[in-house]
């Protein structure tokens, strides 16, 4: 998944799977966005920082059962559509008039029969294959916040986060540090076998 913005530049395409610390990871991609959004907002620098999907998936998920009578009210609405946009170029493009205003609805009429005929065609050749309507999307178990670690420390104190409290972050476990080792007991020196008194 991927957000456009008119504002931005298109990124570089990547070669490989960016590399970096894992600032947080989500199972929504919208809860990844908000995280560099709130980067973003106290004025972060967030320019090369990825949200990397883990083990994609591909979801259909099935809307509608199709029949001709949908088939040709979907292909009418899109046609109408078309009809409206050649006819409000028709009406700019000439003076209003009685005559120009029928060629409006005319064109939305016509733009409407012939995507109704094309619908129900369509669907009579797909019909065989696929009775079906449905939305296909790819999804991922997991998103990842990939940062360089250069500027881990500095989000995390954006975020107010710790390593080890950011949710879903692969942080080693804490192993508390003892305040004081215990002092290895000294060698004994070695006994010199002559030296011992003999019986």
Known sequence: MSNFSGFSRRAPLQSSVPRGDVLASFSSYTDAQEVINKLAKAEFDVKGIAIVGRDLTTVEVVTAR???????????STGAWLGLFFGLISTIISP???QQIGIFFAA?????GIGMIFGVVNYSITRKRRDYAAASQLLAERYDIIISPDLTAKAHGVLG????????VHAAPHVPTPTGSPTAPEPEAPVDPDAQPKA
Do not use: E
């Open 66 to 76: 199709l029949s001709y009578g949908r088939a040709a009210i979907a292909g009418a």
């Open 96 to 98: 209003i008039t009685a």
């Open 108 to 112: 939305i009429l016509t733009g409407a």
């Open 161 to 168: 986060t710790s390593a080890a409290g950011m949710p879903g």
